[in-house]
């Protein structure tokens, strides 16, 4: 069974993540799609997607969710129809779910040398406190882009920036969680975030602030 984890941050709040092992046919045969899902993941050209996108359903399953439980807004943005909030992601080989009572957010993302190569165009004010010489750089680099990733699922908002528009607090990697902030259109959103590492791997996901 690839359910990999599954974490409670708080009472309201459930994070599952699945490793995906299974073949294609093996996670399509044990779910059921909507008609215009199934014609998604069949037009999909990479067997790779392909297998993420099925392995999402099977995370919604672990939570009692089927797919016509899920939709999308207009901003892409997923919703349960039992008014619980939800956050999806996946990468490469790895996919996650969070389900809460509030609005939430997650990333997963594969730790890799070139994020420092785009690292000025999502990052600004992080320069200040981390120093590219360090041996976790690049392992922070991730945390950020995640936790800023999850930031922009959480707001759903377009024209939302991650460069202009989001800040993440100075944080250890041992600390695993810090302060992450919303500055649009003249309002400050102040979150709660939590990241791990594993198997090469980074997940972060955003929270209400406590």
Same mark, same amino acid.
């Given at each position: ?10 009472? %309201? ?5 699945? $490793? ?20 998604? *993941? ?6 790779? #997607? %392909? ?15 089927? @797919?016509?439980?899920?939709?999308? @807004?207009?901003?892409?943005?997923? /919703?349960? $129809? @039992?008014?619980? #909030?939800?956050?999806?992601? #996946? ?19 594969? !730790?890799? $040398?070139?994020?420092? *190569? ?17 041996? @976790? ?5 991730? *945390? ?8 922009? $699922? ?9 460069? !202009? /528009?989001?800040? *993440? ?15 649009? %259109? ?25």
């Amino acid at each position: 069974m690839p359910l990999y984890k599954t974490l409670s941050p708080n009472s %309201q709040t459930t994070v599952k993540i699945w $490793k995906i092992t299974e073949s294609y046919n093996d996670l399509f045969q044990a779910i059921n799609l909507r008609a215009e899902n199934l014609q998604r *993941v069949l037009n999909m050209k990479s067997e790779l #997607h %392909q297998r993420g996108f099925l392995s999402v359903r099977h995370l919604l399953a672990e939570f009692g969710y089927t @797919d016509t439980d899920l939709f999308y @807004d207009e901003n892409g943005k997923p /919703h349960l $129809k @039992d008014g619980k #909030h939800i956050s999806i992601t #996946h990468s490469f080989t790895f996919s996650g779910i969070i389900v809460s009572d509030f609005k939430v957010g997650i990333d997963i993302e594969k !730790q890799r $040398k070139k994020i420092g *190569v785009i690292a000025h165009k999502f990052m600004e004010y992080e320069f200040q406190y981390l120093k590219a010489d360090k041996p @976790d750089y690049i392992n922070k680099l991730t *945390v950020i882009w995640c936790i800023k990733e999850s930031l922009y $699922k959480l707001f759903a908002t377009p024209g939302l920036s991650f460069l !202009q /528009h989001t800040l *993440v607090i100075p944080f250890t990697i041992n600390e695993a969680s810090t302060i992450a902030w919303i500055d649009y %259109q003249d309002r400050k959103h102040r979150y709660y975030t939590e990241f791990f590492k594993f198997e090469g791997f980074t997940c972060a996901y955003a929270l209400p602030s406590k």
